[in-house]
């Protein structure tokens, strides 16, 4: 077989395996990249691309090679779900840049970011002083996001009966049936206050697949798919 006729087969082959392999690792893998699964499709690309010219390299051993870079992102992906804590290990946690609009210097060199950059990133979400934002928070996937101080926001029917006061955002409180104690206190909230407010809800702690409170007390439940849908 001519080389060129190798070499499309060759690049067929592996485009379909790739493929194949993207398609086992979910959606997610489509979106932001974790910091890991940019240097594994690095690396992958590479392997693919020389796999695809060099005709000397066997293509069975190259594909175990592909194989195996995408074996660890898809491990790393299962023990992330199967448990918080190897989750922030993997991901890490959001950095807080801004608090109640005051600049954080610190968080902003341990992420390596400069001023100007945070600046053009509030201008991209339609903010131009910093003063004016309760919480900037750089999320594990590199986003940030932004929420306004409560009279820097847009006014909802149900605020103009309310008193202006310090929000902060909302906190998951409990995630896949585990209550997270640092985001209480994030909040203000003890542990019994949320055990009380699902008594009062007939819930337990193990239906909740995700629920999410703020320091005003509001809260909102989505549960378990074996349990009624949603309540709040």
Known sequence: ??????????????????????????????????????????????????????????????????????????????????????????????????????????????????????????????????????FATLDTNGDLSVMLKKNKQPLLKEDMSLVTQVSTPPQAVISDGKIDEAALNEIGFPKPWLLKELSKRQLSVESIFLAQADSEGNLTFDLFNWTNTHQK
């Open 1 to 134: 077989m001519p080389e060129y006729l190798q070499v499309a087969v060759r690049s067929l082959f592996i485009l379909l395996s790739l493929f194949i392999i993207t398609k086992l690792l979910g959606k997610k893998q489509l979106s932001k990249l974790s910091f890991f699964e940019y240097i594994t499709g690095i690396t992958v690309g590479s392997i693919a691309g020389t796999l695809s010219m060099d005709l000397g390299l066997p293509l069975g051993e190259g594909l175990m090679s592909i194989l195996l870079w995408f074996l660890f992102p898809l491990l790393f992906s299962i023990l992330s779900l199967k448990s918080s804590r190897f989750r922030r290990f993997a991901e890490g946690t959001p950095s807080i840049f801004i608090k109640n609009g005051e600049i954080d210097e610190k968080a902003l060199r341990k992420e390596k970011y400069s001023v100007d950059e945070l600046l053009e990133q509030l201008r991209k979400k339609d903010v131009f002083r910093a003063a004016d934002v309760e």
